[in-house]
């Protein structure tokens, strides 16, 4: 039987338990390898070269080359819910990000929905941290806004970033009054106006890497860019890069990618495109001006995300420099699917932004505007699932994962072997040797190592009876194997679920409620008992 200790001494032990380490080991435990995660806001699934598309990322691609492609790796269907996930190996409603921007429910305040990392599970940076590495974080951080929820404490040794969910990428500007927060580990601190945000969290990152690099510890760093998230803003230089590319329109675009993913090994040759968006206005049906407005936005998208491979690129040139970057395993990924909103156009911050942006042609893609590409270009990046960000179909939540480096075997393999967000915790700490406190206060992780599994040991991280749930903004889904039922649109009802097979229909397509009953009676069933086990709490619940 296990023993149970206060939630503070099991980190207490594991700190003795690594000093006592590094002293009879000496040089043996320095040998544990760096560890760099890129985490890319909003990527769209097909908007990687690697991943068959038409923009320019040979850095990411280059990854790729050397490492493992994953094209089944799944996420939450929004940015904080993953964020949680990430940083917690949990159910979001557990880490404590039930719903993005919303503490508590229905005015009540309610255990999952604290809109920050709880006190249920315990950070893996801190983890990390007391197991000997330096830990370090630039960019996005989404998971609170007090000191007591920011990075620092969530055991980051050094930390610059934006704690909202998104704002302008050249100032502190945001969604609403009063602009963005920043923090430098404990201390509130001023945008620098002017930086470029992937230029500026890349500049942090290396210089906190530099600082620590004689420290005879491995690191962890996390690089959280806020690209090519909108609002679709790039330095002049890049304004024009990919002028008249798209002129062709978003439906091309879609049909295009659909091909290029297939001739690239992501999906299967026998893949069928799912049925496109009724309300999306074909492009055939927009007038020439509407046609140019809309091609404008896919290229400064285009645009924004070179410019963040070419971020990306300046860590590498740095890593191989110092010669850190062989002992590096290296893990890139986005954080959901690609974005169909924009805020400029509809939503709660319209009037607000609107007065500080300007959006008129001319003004596109320079921080004077606040452009999104929107639903139209945004499902022509999903092209093989259906829908976006936001939806729990496999649009919203299956995303690109990429790894290379120490303890990944294999080279240049693209593997659709089932993965969460919530591996990749325990995957670091397997890595580090370090152990998630076992204590009746903390919930135990329920993503699982892929150690084994990137080394070549084991051909799968999960076996068929492993589920992943998850509720966020009246969007459900549970999945078992190749079953999973989900809801398409609020609000939330177990009536409104449906049942697909992702094997034969990762497009889902083809809802299966009425033809396989007893499928659904016992993932319902199920469902019900995860709801349970995670503390989802629906309205009625009240």
């Known amino acids: 039987m296990k023993r149970r200790f206060s939630s503070l001494l099991p980190l207490l032990l594991l700190d003795l338990l690594v000093s006592v380490s590094l002293a009879q080991t000496g040089q043996e435990a320095d040998s544990r390898p760096n560890i760099l995660l890129i985490v890319a806001d909003d990527l769209g699934y097909a908007d990687v070269g690697a991943y068959g598309s038409d923009i320019n990322t040979p850095n990411i691609d280059s990854l790729a080359a050397a490492g493992m492609l994953f094209t089944h790796f799944h996420t939450g269907p929004s940015c904080g819910p993953t964020r949680a996930m990430l940083m917690s190996g949990n159910n979001n409603h557990v880490a404590g990000m039930a719903r993005q921007l919303s503490i508590g429910l229905l005015g009540s305040p309610v255990r999952g929905y604290e809109n920050s990392l709880s006190d249920r599970i315990v950070p893996f940076p801190k ?61 509130l601190v001023t945008y620098p106006t002017g930086r470029f945000s992937s230029e500026l969290y890349t500049d942090r990152l290396i210089g906190f890497i530099d600082e ?15 690209a090519p998230h909108w609002p679709l803003q790039v330095p002049d230089e890049y304004l024009d890069m990919y002028a ?11 049909e295009r990618r659909f091909r290029s993913l297939q001739e690239a090994g992501i999906i299967p040759l026998t893949s069928e495109l799912p049925p496109r968006i009724d309300a999306i206005t074909p492009w055939d049906d927009l007038s020439p001006d509407q046609q140019r ?8 998208y285009a645009a924004l995300l070179d410019n963040l491979d070419d971020n990306i690129g300046r860590l590498f040139d740095y890593l191989k420099e110092n010669n850190l970057f062989d002992n590096t395993l290296i893990v890139f990924m986005s954080d959901n699917g690609a974005d169909g909103g924009d805020q400029y156009e509809r939503g709660p911050y319209k009037e607000y932004l609107r007065s500080q942006f300007d959006n008129s042609y001319d003004k596109m893609g320079t921080s004077e505007s606040f452009v999104a590409y929107d639903a139209p270009w945004a499902e022509a990046a999903t092209a093989p699932f259906h829908r976006f960000k936001g939806y729990s179909r496999q649009g919203g939540i299956v995303s690109a994962m990429i790894a290379a480096g120490p303890g990944v075997a294999s080279r240049g393999v693209i593997d659709s072997t089932y993965l969460t967000v919530m591996d990749i915790a325990p995957t670091f700490l397997d890595i580090a040797g370090a152990e998630y406190p076992i204590d009746a206060a903390i919930e135990p992780m329920v993503g699982e190592s892929m150690v084994a599994f990137l080394s070549g040991r084991t051909d799968s991280v999960h076996d068929d009876d492993y589920v992943t749930t998850m509720f966020h903004r009246s969007h459900a889904y549970l999945r078992q194997g190749d079953w999973k039922i989900s809801n398409l649109n609020p609000p939330f009802d177990e009536s409104s679920f449906e049942l ?9 397509s083809r809802n299966l409620v009425q033809d396989e009953p007893e499928k659904l009676a016992e993932l319902i069933a199920l469902w019900r008992q995860e709801r349970k086990r995670f503390g989802i709490i629906l309205p009625e619940d009240l």
Do not use: C, I
């Open 212 to 226: 620590g690099k004689n420290n005879d510890k491995p690191f962890f760093a996390f690089a959280s860019y806020t």
């Open 244 to 254: 008249g590319h798209y002129d062709d329109g978003y439906d091309s675009l879609r």
């Open 500 to 508: 697909h097979n992702l094997r034969e229909d990762p497009g889902e």
């Open 293 to 300: 407005y809309e091609s404008r936005k896919m290229e400064l």
């Open 127 to 187: 983890l990390l941290q007391s197991a000997g590495y330096d830990t370090y974080m630039a960019g996005k951080w989404h998971l609170g806004l007090n000191v007591e929820k920011s990075p620092h404490a969530a055991g980051f040794t050094r930390s610059f970033a934006l704690l909202d969910g998104g704002g302008s990428h050249f100032d502190a500007r945001g969604l609403r009054e009063g602009g963005n927060s920043f923090r430098e580990d404990e201390v």
